[in-house]
């Protein structure tokens, strides 16, 4: 074996004196360089690979990974040469690595292609590192923006919580879901009373105050905390709440709790023409239906029977819940 490394070594570097200045160009390029030969001893380096093991050139060549790097990552460079070489043909990899004599972290786009001699004999496989860092760290900042403006997209700029297009995807999702699973799918939608003359007589500036308040209370009150349940504003004054798997009593149950607790938030409104209360406050009127998802129906379904309740909820006075089940 070590006749043939030095014969191989020696022809790699009968190859490289041949031209000087063909060596000072792969020791100036910034990406990684190397040969092995088939049993994954080193034949040649560049000197930004010296930098990575933390060793010369004569220090590398005749050793292998295993003298210079843990046994883990030894083998994941091993097994990579045996691919490139069973494959006869480039394969691309990318891993972290530690430069050992600078002491740096670099994400290493790895190209290893098996090479010959002119006369088609195996002389082991060469391998180009490119370092990808930014590239990697640029789309992780991508990735985070396209997520915060997903978020944004989805979100109500006033209330800050889910917005009408996310209610519609998240109704879609638990509809096919509960479909899926043959659960009923409740539906709660909620609507501020005399919400206009609450804006004509406190102001707009205090009317968008009122409708933080209820998104915070809807989003914190516990009453949509499991992973499939959600709440969002609706539109205007209107917000909405998906309740997955849970029966209509139990969604009314939820609605009135709703109500209560809205009502003893005490944000005053004079204007309000709710009758039989023990004090002007805002109050909500609620509409409550349950669903379970057919071929015959759709979210529509749904839908519709949340609006008729929360209609017959506003020709009873408002400031009530009323239920709808599908018949």
Known sequence: MN???????????????KDNNFKIL???????IWLKDPDGIYLYCNHEFELFFGAT????????????????????????DLKALNCDKATVNEEWVSYAAIKKNVYLKTTKTPMYSADGK???????????THLKETEGNLRFANNQLSKIACTDGLTN????????????????????????????????????????????????RCLKDLGKLLSNGGYANRPNDFS?????????VILSATNLQYAYEIAENIRNDVFNLCLAHEASKVTQLSQKNITVSIGVAAVTPKEKNDELTLLHLADTALYQAKAQGRNISIKQDCQ
């Open 3 to 17: 006749k043939c490394l030095s014969a191989t070594t020696t022809f790699v570097n009968n190859i490289l004196a």
């Open 26 to 32: 792969l020791n100036t390029l910034p990406d990684l």
């Open 57 to 80: 050139e004569a220090e590398i060549v005749g050793k292998t990974d295993f003298d210079f790097v843990d046994a883990t990552l030894a083998q994941f460079f091993r097994d990579n």
């Open 122 to 132: 195996l002389i082991g496989v060469l391998g180009i590192g490119h370092d990808i």
């Open 161 to 208: 919580i889910p917005n009408r297009r996310a209610f519609d995807k998240h109704l879609n999702q638990q509809w096919n879901f509960c479909k899926r699973e043959q659960v009923p799918l409740a539906l709660l939608l909620i609507d501020v009373d005399f919400f206009k003359e609450y804006n004509d007589h406190y102001g707009h500036i205090y009317g968008d």
């Open 232 to 240: 969002a504003r609706f539109g205007g004054e209107e917000f909405a």
